[in-house]
């Protein structure tokens, strides 16, 4: 992992609260990975839905990030999460990757997995630029 | 807030984990606040997507739980957030209701708010019943 | 109805092939409705999700070009929508509102209703402006 | 195309309407075709994004039933699209498969092109099933 992309994860206070950790990031993809503990699960003991909505929403602000210069401008304008079974596992994996780099919004989806399990499918628009629009 | 449903919250690891605290439920409605904190920001220190999205979501199942006697049995099917302005405040505050509860289904709707202002909208599917079909 | 919304609701092909009907529009609201016919139902005789869709992310389109004087540069960046219930009956109307008017993107938020029944919502980024980020 | 999607195809209204073609189907997969026509145009002379929701809508619907005996018990229950770029050209070619077949949900993705330019990315929830639960 590059230091400036590493530099910025450590920033985000949230990763740092669910134990995630930074596995991957360059030309327009992103792996986070995230240790199950009782902070990110609901009262099943499955990943909770909104643990994954965060890591998946931070992998694809990461992958947009690695296609610009300006890494550090970038804002999240929307996401969508379907979840596609109960995520139940020692690790989460999240994998991000741009489907499509526009001048200030970029497209990105991702996966989350459980083992070979994919567990949840994120869909999502980021927005960079100092001139950000929103 | 009803006893049973402050003891699933309390199940929750995620939303002890973010700080957040039950203020309301009932009726198909849920109040959920979240004290600003390095742990649920982003690198800009305002409020990190994915934390606003893990209240959201957890709002809409607990206004979705309020209208069935089987409230624990509630899986997010899926949600999608708007991000409508920077999050930046001391508290924020996640509001959800049943736009409309179906035998399994329950679509919610949710907004978070910083003081007065309104800094994102959610929409929601959840699923309800033991033997849910997911 | 203003001359110049008429005007290029007109210019929306697939409003006409539709059949919909432009009944308000203005001050970050508009009113679309769509009368039942073979067109725009799917096997089952309910309208089809892809022709309420439609018709609810034009109703977004124009709710967010009322609220800027380049009402001609609108773009839909991304929409969702829930089907509530089956849509059954004689005309549907959609209605949308702005959510938050941004410097360049526009969130809304749509209803579509059957008679006194609400039958879907809808969420959406609508972005504004000759030089457009996409 | 089998016999039976094809009929059911037919049956979809606004498919015949907009003059769209069932291309492929089966397998958890299904391609629509939509030809350039005033009818499915924005003011732009683009491809309507309702158009394009309302093709990937059924392309998703259509690739549920492949996987299920029940074919003509299949309902969207959700849909999000997120336009890339402008839609511009004289065919456009939708394709969507299945991601997660659950007992009575399943949830597909999609994509949109025009020649083989990426223009629409989409994600759905079917619900299939006689007791269907919405």
Redesign the interface.
Known sequence: VEEGARD?FA????M???GAELVEVGDGRCVIELAQ????????GYF????I???L??AGGFAASSTTARA?DV????????????AVGARLRAEASV??A????V?C?GEAYVGDK?CA?M?Q?V?I?RDA??
């Open positions: 910025a920033r985000h206070g949230l740092a609260l669910l503990s009782d902070g990110v699960t609901q009262h099943h909770h839905a909104g643990a909505g965060a890591v929403d931070t550090d804002l999240t304008v929307e996401y969508k999460l379907n979840l596609l079974r109960p489907l499509r526009g001048k200030q919004l497209v989806r994919l499918a869909q628009t927005m630029g629009p929103r």
